[in-house]
């Protein structure tokens, strides 16, 4: 599993406002719903991208067949498909780079692939493997914390990597983290 420091995953969930989802599904019993439901219950605008369901909504949000359909601006691509079809998504991706300002690639748990990695650090954007936007927002915001997710412990205390009560609040300028 890559490594990332918490430093880096805080950076890009403050940073990131609006998210195009690949792979989003309409079925309440996939993780792509519940990870969409769970980030636009936190604020996060998503586009779900899914060829199947065009036109229709999923959560309210209108569903778009490809990432060239998806209107501007859009922070981060976050990839919910097989591994295999990574490198075909970064490159629709890198076409509309600069037309919805891309900034993120995010690859979900278990999506791994160096190919369409490699292309996207190559074109300036930064990436992430193998990880859930919706888990590491818990988990850095404390609301997962319980569990000992990722801490090698189990207890009830709020990490303090966001301040006060573990809140993964946006840092307005000027601010310390």
């Given at each position: 599993m890559p490594v990332y420091p918490d430093d880096l995953i805080k950076s890009i969930l403050r940073s990131v406002k609006?998210?195009?989802m690949v792979g989003a599904s309409g079925n309440e019993m996939r993780p792509s719903y519940f990870a969409m439901k769970y980030l636009l219950d936190?604020?996060?605008?998503i586009h779900p991208v899914n060829p199947g369901m065009a036109g229709k909504e999923i959560l309210g949000?209108?569903?778009y067949a490809s990432l060239r359909e998806v209107p501007a601006p859009a922070d981060m691509v976050d990839i919910f498909r097989a591994s295999d079809a990574a490198p075909a998504i970064v490159d629709e991706a890198?076409?509309?780079?600069?037309?919805?300002?891309v900034k993120v690639i995010w690859m979900?748990?278990?999506?791994?692939?160096?190919e369409a990695?490699?292309?996207?650090?190559?074109?300036?954007l930064t990436v992430v493997m193998d990880r859930c936007p919706k888990i590491e927002y818990?988990?850095?915001?404390?609301?997962?914390?319980?569990?000992?997710?990722?801490?090698?412990l189990i207890d009830n205390r709020k990490p303090l990597l966001f301040g006060k009560g573990g809140s993964l609040k946006r840092v307005m300028k000027g601010e310390k983290s």
């Amino acid at each position: 599993m890559p490594v990332y420091p918490d430093d880096l995953i805080k950076s890009i969930l403050r940073s990131v406002k609006v998210i195009a989802m690949v792979g989003a599904s309409g079925n309440e019993m996939r993780p792509s719903y519940f990870a969409m439901k769970y980030l636009l219950d936190k604020g996060y605008l998503i586009h779900p991208v899914n060829p199947g369901m065009a036109g229709k909504e999923i959560l309210g949000r209108k569903v778009y067949a490809s990432l060239r359909e998806v209107p501007a601006p859009a922070d981060m691509v976050d990839i919910f498909r097989a591994s295999d079809a990574a490198p075909a998504i970064v490159d629709e991706a890198l076409a509309e780079k600069d037309r919805l300002g891309v900034k993120v690639i995010w690859m979900q748990l278990g999506v791994v692939n160096e190919e369409a990695a490699a292309k996207a650090r190559e074109a300036g954007l930064t990436v992430v493997m193998d990880r859930c936007p919706k888990i590491e927002y818990g988990r850095l915001s404390g609301e997962i914390s319980w569990v000992g997710v990722n801490r090698k412990l189990i207890d009830n205390r709020k990490p303090l990597l966001f301040g006060k009560g573990g809140s993964l609040k946006r840092v307005m300028k000027g601010e310390k983290s």
